[in-house]
């Protein structure tokens, strides 16, 4: 997970970017976070939407409070050989079909045809870069919490069964500068709150942005 700050860095240097502020959503929150700890001289602020907690910690119930759903997500952790590569084809395959049938029903706001269009353009090259994903999201992250210095704010959805409240809570206890905010619906949110949603998520994005870019 570490190596994704090396990537921004290259980014905010191409870019011409002195401070940056970074922010993840779903299990892009860890990335953020390995950004922070990785550059923590230029990140400013790091916002965690949804974000979950590391499976490796022993500490950690990481299934509790957890769908059933959601919990299969992490079935190939264990698995090696032909049972991992058929584990993760087909896992592949049941993200395809979301991101092109269940995806676009689930609302129809600017965010949701952001989020539809950085989904279309992540499964755009193929299964390699999911699956590289998904194998640094259960492993080691491979950096130290306590380089994250900086301010972060966490968002929780109410209702998240895909992310349980026991995953921002262990935020809280490993980055003792963090705040939460709670918001209401599931992982996704729910569809009579998407414009509420939305705002605080901009709100969030306004933020982390640090004045001196």
């Known amino acids: 997970m570490v190596d994704v700050a ?10 011409g970017l002195g401070r940056v502020g970074v922010a993840g959503a779903s299990v892009g929150g860890p990335a953020a976070i390995a950004v922070a700890a990785g550059l923590p001289e230029r990140v400013s602020r790091v916002g965690l939407v949804v974000a979950p907690a590391p499976i490796f910690d022993r500490n950690l119930d990481f299934f509790a409070g957890m769908d ?6 992490y079935e190939f952790v264990g698995l090696d050989g032909p049972e991992l ?8 395959e049941e ?20 989020l539809q269009a950085a989904f279309e353009e992540g499964v755009r090259p193929g299964p390699g870069g999911l699956w590289d994903d998904m194998m640094a ?34 935020w809280l206890r490993h980055l003792p ?6 918001i ?23 933020w982390v942005a640090p004045d001196n870019t």
């Open 184 to 206: 209401p619906g599931g992982h996704i949110g729910a569809p009579s709150d998407e414009a509420d949603r939305l705002e605080r998520e901009l709100a969030l994005l306004t």
């Open 85 to 92: 590569e058929s584990w993760l084809t087909r896992d592949w």
């Open 137 to 170: 999201l259960v492993a080691e992250w491979g950096f130290d919490l306590t380089r994250v210095r900086m301010p972060v704010r966490l968002i929780q959805a109410e209702d998240d069964t895909t992310v349980p409240q026991g995953h921002t809570d262990w």
């Open 177 to 182: 500068q963090a705040e939460v905010t709670y």
């Open 95 to 114: 993200t395809l079909s979301f991101v092109r049938d269940v995806l676009p029903t689930l609302g129809s706001t600017a965010g949701f045809e952001m």
């Open 6 to 15: 090396e990537d921004v860095q290259a980014i905010a240097d191409q870019m």
């Open 68 to 73: 059933a759903d959601s919990r299969k997500g």
